[in-house]
């Protein structure tokens, strides 16, 4: 007999004791959440006159009048002539004030947010927060002179050698500030290509290429994009398997095709399996490929833009590279071009010089110029550098080996609810994410997935569904990552499956909900409105209140 005693310990729930096995996944408990509320007035209105939360030194007299009254040195013209009217409250006030905003918050900190799908809400390491706010970094102004950064610049040069490999093209540029900024300059660098050839969008009409083809599930910034620099866009839609239609891409390709834009997982989350052909197919009609890697988080590692044939690519630093997103942070691009393209990169470029040194070029004529001031989004930069390091090639495949695990195990327990289904590509496995629907669901209950994610909030978590158009009915789209436990999604998926039972049971408490956050439903109506809302706080009691 074994003298190691069988393992006791509580059932689920407190039930009874179950001997010798593990609790690997206990039924998750339903939390009885209920957020703060402060009644938190916002800081203008908290503002008291004469109030400090710090007083910088006085001028020391005997000091020169250019360091005693450094707005003397500023030109008359830029000058203030009154004080900004900034609030004015103590540090404890202001620490305070933004301690209980928190807690009347639902964000990536506190919740189980694998519902902001398509965002790749990873974990992004504190650490690595702690690195950038280092003085040696954090105090650096983006003009100094490059020999005073230079492990900055090293770091940049570094990551985009790190973004080449990953992606398999020849150069990259971290210069763009999001992913749509990103596309932008992709698509700029299509459009100054094709000039440089006598075929762009100033070329005669029957050598002129003004047509860009997407599809109705890759990210509509590359519609955006597209639109915006002058191209007219054909968007293909899903055929009966849930691929992007090829017969429809064969009919829409031709001798006014500058480009195909496409994002790869979809935003369904499928992966398109015939994508080598969508891109020989574009190319043999003189068109470029643009590979939107937003949704790299599942491939990392295992395919690559340049090998499936792509000219250009583009990555998603905030996502993928596990750095804070644009409304909890700056978000971060990068673009990465096969070598026909280098030229055309975002003007300067980093370059490790003969001597070793690291310094920018800009002396680049075919370069479409800068597509953001200064070059990159330092902060996130960094943090994309030492996340990616601290991965290495091997790790990075195993996130994108987890998040596929745990996207597939979530789907599998979300599919078991009633009511919800993923349409399109039915019985396959996704990639990182999946794009539901609550269609049924919505048909036999009157309940909206807007109401099921907000009802969602009452147990500590929510999703979003901001995804026009709505081409999938009632859409939710979750996006597990390689963050989350199997615990995490297993108590996502119970609350989903209490809210959908809510739904058909007692449909008026998913539809009052929800009931214990600190604002009750938002009225998105005036939201629309442009007589209602306002930018600012000042704008705003402009407009409702008169007065300065
Ligand atoms: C696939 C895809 N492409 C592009 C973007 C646009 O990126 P950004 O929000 O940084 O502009 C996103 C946003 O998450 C995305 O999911």
């Not at 404890?92 to 301690?99: I, K, N, S, W």
Request: aromatic share 8%.
């Amino acid at each position: 007999m074994s003298a190691i005693k069988p393992i006791s310990h509580r059932g689920p729930g407190g039930g009874p004791a179950v001997d010798g096995v593990l609790p690997i996944a206990p039924k998750p408990r339903l939390r009885r959440f209920h957020q703060a509320s402060w009644d938190e007035p916002i800081i203008f209105e908290l503002s008291v006159p004469g109030s400090r939360g710090i007083l910088p030194p006085a001028t020391e007299p005997g000091i020169s009048a250019v360091v005693g009254n450094p707005a003397a040195e500023l030109p008359e013209g830029i000058r203030r002539s009154t004080p900004a009217a900034l609030p004015e409250l103590s540090q404890l006030h202001v620490l305070r004030h933004y301690e209980r905003l928190s807690q009347e918050n639902l964000g990536v900190d506190f919740n189980i947010d694998v519902g902001q799908g398509t965002c790749t809400m990873k974990y992004s390491p504190k650490v690595n927060d702690q690195l950038i706010r280092n003085a040696r970094l954090a105090d650096t102004h983006p003009a100094q002179d490059p020999s005073t950064v230079q492990g900055t610049l090293e770091i940049f040069w570094r990551l985009e050698q790190m973004l080449a490999e990953i992606s398999g093209m020849d150069r990259v540029s971290l210069q763009p500030a999001s992913g749509s900024a990103a596309i932008w300059a992709n698509v700029a660098m299509i459009r100054a290509w094709h000039e440089s050839r006598g075929e762009g969008l100033s070329a005669p009409a029957d050598r002129r290429r003004d047509e860009v083809i997407t599809t109705i599930f890759s990210h509509p910034s590359n519609a955006a994009a597209a639109k915006v620099a002058g191209y007219r866009v054909i968007t293909l839609y899903p055929d009966a398997d849930g691929y992007p239609d090829i017969e429809g891409l064969k009919a829409a390709v031709g001798p006014r095709t500058a480009a195909l834009l496409i994002t790869n997982p979809e935003d369904t989350g499928i992966f398109n399996p015939r994508i080598e052909e969508f891109v020989r197919i574009v190319q043999e009609a003189g068109g470029l490929c643009s590979y939107d890697q937003a949704n790299a988080n599942g491939i990392l590692g295992i395919t690559r833009a340049r090998d499936a044939g792509f000219d250009l690519c583009h990555f998603n630093i905030h996502k993928t590279f596990s750095t804070p997103h644009a409304c909890g942070g700056p978000g971060a691009g990068a673009v990465g071009v096969a070598p026909h393209l280098v030229p055309f990169l975002p003007a300067p470029t980093v370059e490790r010089l003969p001597d070793g040194t690291f310094g920018f070029d800009a002396d680049r004529p075919l370069s479409i110029g800068k597509v953001r001031p200064w070059y990159g989004v330092t902060p996130n930069l960094v943090r994309a550098y030492v996340w990616t390091m601290s991965m290495g090639a091997e790790g990075l495949r195993e996130v994108a080996e987890i998040a596929v695990l745990n996207n597939n195990y979530l789907m599998k327990k979300v599919l078991e609810i009633r009511g919800v289904s993923a349409p399109y590509a039915a019985g396959h496995w996704r990639i990182e994410q999946v794009r539901y629907s609550w269609d049924e669901l919505g048909r036999e209950t009157g309940v909206h997935s807007e109401d099921i994610g907000t009802r969602a909030a009452d147990f500590g978590t929510h999703y979003w569904m901001s995804h026009h158009p709505y081409v999938v009915p009632e859409p939710m789209t979750l996006e597990p990552t390689e963050s989350y436990s199997m615990a995490d999604l297993d108590e996502y998926a119970a609350i989903l499956a209490e809210v959908a039972r809510e739904a058909y049971e007692e449909p008026d408490v998913v539809l009052t909900a929800p009931h214990r956050s600190t604002i009750h439903r938002i009225d998105h109506a005036p939201l629309d409105d442009p007589a209602k809302w306002a930018v600012t706080w000042r704008a705003y009691r402009r407009k409702h209140f008169g007065g300065a």
